[in-house]
Nanobody, 119 residues
């Protein structure tokens, strides 16, 4: 059974940092690219960024570029989202997702973790 479980969310103040984690099980982790997405109340889900299966390639949405960093540890089946200089507009439910190598769509999703940034 495939499971992606996010953790690390919480309530922080603007300017603070937070690191989200996503634990994967039930998949051969190194065969999947991983992504982070977020959804704020009343808004559509948006892509935060991606990391390749090997961890050698990352890409980010313009809104988080330079502030957020995605990393992964294939030995531990973990992917991380380091968020620095948080802003109130970063408030959202954050999801990790897995995309099999060679497949264009993310097919596996976690349940999400809430991040709230107060001003």
């Amino acid at each position: 059974q495939v499971q992606l479980v996010e953790s690390g969310g919480g309530l922080v103040q603007a300017g603070d940092s937070l690191r989200l984690s996503c634990a994967a099980s039930g998949i051969t982790f190194s065969r999947y690219h991983m992504g982070w997405f977020r959804q704020a109340p009343g808004k559509e889900r948006e892509r935060v960024g991606d990391i390749s299966w090997s961890g050698t390639s990352t890409s980010y949405a313009d809104s988080v570029k330079g502030r957020f960093t995605i990393s992964r540890d294939n030995a531990k089946n973990m992917v991380y989202l380091q968020m620095n200089s948080l802003k109130p507009e970063d408030t959202a439910v954050y999801y990790c997702a897995a995309r099999r190598i060679g497949i264009s769509e993310y097919g596996r999703w976690g349940q999400g973790t809430q991040v709230t940034v107060s001003s």
